[in-house]
């Protein structure tokens, strides 16, 4: 039942149910709202698409801020301006707010029963290498805690003022997205063969020959490489230029071999198995997936071969790794995950409930370990909750039909299994796909919620067996209501 809640529009009648499902804000559907043109809607959503497109290109910083937070920012300004002043509206799931509510918990215990200072001193500490960043100044609890609410809160919310302006979002935020790792991905190999030398000109050059494209760290890339891989497959079995969503792949592919990310490469397949299961169209997927395995093996594997002699052992680090100067080996990077771990739960079993304060959030490279460390049972209640909702969304999406919703649970599971091995979990990457599980179940809702008002059942509803675009469902949805839609 507070699935069903999660986002639904306040309507008064059929004809402002279709007014909002069509992304209208004008003013004739709510008594005194503002008349915002019809253009800042679509500057809304395309301002949210660049943030996707953006997001995971964290080498790139301006005066100290990224380009996509940009355009989040103005996303976010203009679409609550739009809610107060307008007639946008939509409710946010309630778990979104749990691990926003841990946060204060946990901030607040500390702030008035704070940990002794000398309780640091002994900790095993390693120093996280994300070039570009000055490790002297850290931030403190608050200040992490501010931008990771950023994360958790903010950006699902813009996605679903997006959605709600434009229920084809959540397709476009997921290819958006898609196409900005293929290119940190391409960036990576091209850098990787010498070609060129962005990470250089960027302050991100590691020791190694791991690549980080445009990424801040090399198993960053790989990260998102994996949890786009879903969205590939998944444009292999709806698009009509499937050699696109092919060509993104092989990228993909080449992104996690350049990372050197062990975790992300034995992701890697599974993701794209588990993707090809989900798929309505399995024969097709299967045929173009085969070209691809054969394109990509060919291409990164033969290619980086020849143009970079040696370069797939130093890459491939599984088992006792290399042992140059200098480069870090799998077994010393082992022993130091292994001593992070210990530490890590150390902390929880010396402060149980709150942690030792969310400055050290990043620090244990498990993020469970890390949830535990730095908040405690409080924190980690919190994303528990998080993460519940956010796969039940993906799960009631699929349910009704969504096609992306199966997409995206995989893209969310990936996440978690590789978090078991890396500290990816304050970056703001990560949520857009927590909010475009929300935005689709809210869609979904606001659909039923008209075929309740007028009395019909839209075809995208019927029970055929077959799962339909969420552009399509909502072009049924306008037929049935009688709305036009709006103008394109």
């Known amino acids: ?147 990771w609410i950023i994360a958790l809160v903010v950006v699902p919310i813009a996605a679903l003022a997006a959605t709600a302006l434009e229920p084809r979002a959540p397709e476009w935020i997921a290819a958006s997205f898609l196409a900005g790792v293929c290119v940190s991905s391409l960036i990576a190999l091209t850098d990787l063969t010498k070609l060129t030398h962005f990470a250089r000109s960027l302050d991100y050059q590691f020791d190694s020959d791991r690549q980080t494209g445009l990424s801040d760290h090399p198993n960053t890339l790989g990260l998102v490489c994996v949890i786009a891989t879903p969205f590939a497959v998944h444009l292999i079995s709806e698009s009509r230029r499937r050699w696109l969503p092919c060509a993104a792949l092989v990228l993909l592919g080449g992104g996690v071999v350049a990372s050197g990310s062990r975790g992300a490469q034995l992701a890697l397949p599974v993701a794209v198995l588990a993707a090809v299961f989900a798929s309505p169209h399995k024969k097709k997927v299967v045929g173009w997936l085969a070209v691809t395995l054969v394109a990509s093996f060919l291409g990164v594997v033969t290619v980086l071969g020849q143009l970079v002699p040696g370069i797939l052992d130093k890459l491939f680090r599984f088992g006792a790794g290399i042992t140059l100067p200098g480069v870090s080996t799998s077994a010393s990077s082992d022993e130091e995950r292994s001593q992070l771990f210990a530490q890590a739960w150390s902390d929880f079993e010396d402060h149980p409930f709150f942690g030792i304060g969310i400055k050290h959030i990043n620090e244990a490279h498990n993020i469970y370990l890390q949830i535990v460390s730095a908040g405690g049972s409080v924190l980690l209640v919190g994303m528990l909750v998080y993460w519940f909702g956010t796969i039940q969304s993906c799960r009631v999406a699929k349910r009704d039909g969504e096609v992306l919703g199966a997409y995206l649970m995989i893209s969310v ?52 067996g077959q799962s339909r675009p969420l552009w399509a469902r909502h072009a049924a949805l306008r037929r049935d209501t009688g709305a036009a839609g709006p103008q394109r």
């Open 413 to 464: 599971v990936a996440w978690l299994a590789i978090g078991a091995v890396e500290n990816q979990l304050t970056d703001r990457f990560l949520y857009y796909m927590v909010g475009c599980a929300a935005a689709i179940v809210a869609v979904n809702r606001v659909e039923a919620s008209a075929d309740r008002l007028t009395g019909s059942v839209t075809p995208a509803r019927l029970s055929t």
């Open 1 to 147: 039942m507070q699935q069903r809640k999660a986002l639904r529009c306040r309507v008064g009648g059929p004809g402002r149910m279709a007014s909002l499902t069509a992304g209208r804000v004008t003013r004739g559907n709510v008594p005194g709202a503002v008349a915002f043109p019809p253009w800042l809607a679509k500057a809304v959503v395309g301002s949210f698409l660049v943030a996707s497109f953006t997001a995971t290109w964290g080498g790139i910083h301006l005066g100290g801020i990224q380009p996509a937070d940009v355009f989040l920012l103005f996303t976010f300004v203009v679409a609550a301006a739009m809610a107060v002043f307008g007639n946008l509206r939509f409710r946010i799931p309630r778990w979104l707010w749990a691990p926003a509510v841990s946060l204060l918990v946990c901030s607040t215990a500390l702030t008035y029963r704070p940990i002794p200072a000398a309780s640091f001193a002994v900790r095993y500490e390693h120093t996280l290498q994300s070039a570009g960043v000055d490790v002297s100044s850290t931030p403190g609890s608050i200040v992490k805690s501010a931008f």
